[in-house]
C-alpha cells in the first residue's frame, strides 16, 4: 500500500506565494513521474506541472512563469512553489504519482493524494 500525504494549502491574497508538499511513503520500489493537479468547482481535474524520475518538468500554459515543480527522490517528495498567484488558481490541488510496487513482481499504479485546498482571495 502506498500513501501521498500533501501539505501547505491555505488562504492567500493574489499576487502572493504558496508552497505546496506531497510526501510517498509505503510499499515503494521506485517512483516514476509525480505531479500536481488541481480541480476547480464545476470544472475538470487538470494537470498543473509534472516532474520525472530523472527530473524533466513540464507545465500547463496557465502556470508557465509562475509555478515551479521540484522533488527530492531520497524522501519521495515532490513540490509546488506557486507565485504570482491569481484568484483563478483557486482549486483543491492533488498530487498524483507512478509507483512502482513489488508483490510478487514489479507493477505501476497510479496513486493520488487526498487534495488540498489552495484559495487566492483578497
Known amino acids: 500500500q502506498v500513501q501521498l500525504v500533501e501539505s501547505g494549502g491555505g488562504l492567500v491574497q493574489p499576487g502572493g506565494s504558496l508552497r505546496l508538499s506531497c510526501a510517498a511513503s509505503?510499499?515503494?520500489?521506485?517512483?516514476?513521474?509525480m505531479g500536481w493537479y488541481r480541480q476547480a468547482p464545476g470544472k475538470q481535474r487538470e494537470l498543473v506541472a509534472q516532474?520525472?524520475?530523472?527530473?524533466?518538468?513540464r507545465y500547463a500554459d496557465s502556470g508557465k512563469g509562475r509555478f515551479t515543480i521540484s522533488r527530492d527522490n531520497a524522501k519521495n517528495t515532490v513540490y509546488l512553489q506557486m507565485n504570482s498567484l491569481k484568484p483563478e488558481d483557486t482549486a483543491v490541488y492533488y498530487c498524483?504519482?507512478?509507483?512502482?510496487?513489488?508483490?510478487?513482481?514489479?507493477?505501476?499504479?497510479?496513486?493520488w493524494g487526498q487534495g488540498t485546498q489552495v484559495t487566492v482571495s483578497s
Open positions: 498524483n504519482a507512478e509507483v512502482i510496487v513489488v508483490v510478487t513482481t514489479p507493477v505501476l499504479n497510479d496513486y
Open positions: 509505503g510499499s515503494i520500489f521506485s517512483i516514476n513521474a
Open positions: 516532474i520525472t524520475s530523472g527530473g524533466s518538468t
